[in-house]
C-alpha cells in the first residue's frame, strides 16, 4: 500500500497526518432487505439451519453449517454413568465388547511385521470370529435367496441369542444358520419352504427340521429376556411360537415370480383364505394348495397359467397342481363368490373374469 509523502507543515518537527490512497472495502456484510440494520442482528440457528433476522424474523439464509464443536456429553444425565459423545461409530448390538481398538497397518520392515503380528495376537477375539463368520454365512444365504434385510437381521439376532446362551454347542454352522432363517422368515411373514432353504444351504430337511423344533423350544423358553425391546427387533420383547406356512402367505410370492398382475394376486389369496376356512385341500401341503388357487385364478381372470409354469416357482409337480386343482374345481361355486369377479371400477360393468374359463383339470 502506498502512502503520501510527509509533509512539512511549518513548525519544526511537526508532521502532516499520513494519508492512505482510497481503497475498496471488500469485507462482505449481509443486511436484512427490509430492516436495512448497519451493523445487522441476524442470529444463525443451527437446530433448523438456517440464518434468521432478529429483528424482523425474515430468513436470509439456509443450510447453515455448524461450525461448533462436535463434542458433546451427556454423562450427568445418564443413569448408566456412560460417556455417549457424539465421536466415533455406532457399536454395533450384533456384536459383544467395546468394538474400539487401534489397529497397526501391516507396513515395509521387520519392525513392523513384528508391531502388527503382536497388535493381532492381543486383540485376537475368537467369539467375535466366530460371530462374524456365521453372520457372513446367514447374510450369504439371504442373499441369495432374495430375502429382505430386516429378515436377515432378525437371524442374525436369533443366532446371537443361541450363541451367548451357549446352546447347540454340536450342531455346525450351516444347520444353525439355516434353522435361524428359517424361523425369521416365518416370524416376518416371508416364509419359506424346507425345501427352499435346503436348495441354498445344502442341509438336509430332517435336519432342517429338528433344529427348527430345537430352536422354537429354546427361544419359548430362553429367548424371551434376550430380546431387545426397542432395539434391534423393534419392540420384538418376547418370543412367540411360529406358526404353520398357509397358502395364502405364499400366493403373493409366487404371483410375483409368475409375472401375474395385482387382481391375481389379491384373488388367489382370497381363494387359499376361503379354500382353508372350508378346509377344500384338508391334508395337503401349503405349497400344492397355493399352486392350485394360483392355477385356477390364472384362468379364471383368463391369464391361463399352466401347471408346468406354475411348478416351476412352487417346487411341486404338475401332476399335484392338477390334483389339488380337481379338487378345487367340484367345489367352485362354494368357494368363489360373484363380487370377487365384479369390476372395482365399474361394479355393474362387465365382470373381470369367467367360470366358464375354468378347465375341467
Not at 59 to 73: A, C, K, N, Q
Not at 146 to 168: G, T
Not at 183 to 188: T, V
Not at 319 to 324: H, K, L, V
Request: with cysteine; charged share 25%; glycine share 8%.
Amino acid at each position: 500500500m502506498a502512502t503520501a509523502a510527509i509533509a512539512n507543515m511549518g513548525a519544526p518537527g511537526v508532521r502532516a497526518p499520513i494519508m492512505e490512497e482510497y481503497r475498496d472495502n471488500l469485507n462482505m456484510k449481509i443486511l436484512c432487505p427490509d430492516c436495512k440494520e448497519d451493523p445487522p442482528n441476524l442470529i444463525e440457528e443451527f437446530s433448523s439451519g438456517d440464518m434468521v433476522c432478529a429483528s424482523c424474523g425474515l430468513v436470509l439464509g439456509d443450510r447453515i453449517v455448524d461450525t461448533r464443536s462436535e463434542w458433546r456429553t451427556f454423562s450427568n444425565d445418564d443413569s448408566t454413568n456412560d460417556d455417549p459423545s457424539r465421536v466415533g461409530d455406532n457399536a454395533n448390538p450384533l456384536l459383544n465388547g467395546s468394538q474400539l481398538q487401534t489397529t497397526i497397518a501391516f507396513g515395509d520392515g521387520g519392525r513392523s511385521r513384528d508391531l502388527h503380528r503382536a497388535q493381532n495376537k492381543s486383540t485376537h477375539d475368537k467369539a467375535t470370529k466366530e460371530l462374524l463368520l456365521a453372520y457372513k454365512e446367514i447374510g450369504n444365504i439371504a442373499d441369495n435367496m432374495a430375502i429382505p434385510k430386516n429378515v436377515s437381521d432378525f437371524a442374525k439376532h436369533l443366532y446371537k441369542i443361541v450363541d451367548d446362551a451357549r446352546a447347540f454347542k454340536g450342531k455346525s454352522l450351516p444347520v444353525l444358520s439355516a434353522g435361524c432363517i428359517f424361523i425369521a422368515c416365518r416370524q416376518c411373514k416371508v416364509p419359506r419352504s424346507f425345501k427352499e432353504i435346503y436348495a441354498m444351504t445344502n442341509v438336509q430337511k430332517k435336519d432342517i427340521g429338528r433344529i427348527f423344533k430345537a430352536l422354537e423350544k429354546f427361544l419359548a423358553l430362553h429367548g424371551a429376556d434376550k430380546m431387545t425391546p426397542g432395539g434391534l427387533t423393534n419392540g420384538v420383547a418376547s418370543y412367540s411360537g411360529t406358526q404353520a406356512t398357509k397358502a395364502e402367505d405364499l400366493c403373493v410370492r409366487y404371483c410375483s415370480r409368475l409375472d401375474l398382475p395385482m387382481s391375481c394376486t389379491t384373488l388367489s389369496g382370497r381363494l387359499a383364505r376361503e379354500m382353508e376356512e372350508k378346509q377344500t385341500l384338508a391334508g395337503r401341503s401349503p405349497l400344492s394348495a397355493a399352486a392350485a388357487c394360483i392355477y385356477m385364478v390364472s384362468y379364471l381372470l383368463g391369464y391361463g397359467k399352466t401347471a408346468k409354469e406354475i411348478s416351476m416357482v412352487a417346487g411341486v409337480s404338475d401332476g399335484t397342481i392338477r390334483t389339488a386343482y380337481r379338487l378345487l374345481y367340484n367345489a367352485r361355486n362354494d368357494l368363489i363368490k360373484d363380487e370377487w369377479l365384479q369390476n372395482p371400477k365399474d361394479p355393474k360393468g362387465k365382470p373381470i373374469g369367467d367360470m366358464k374359463n375354468l378347465p375341467p383339470s
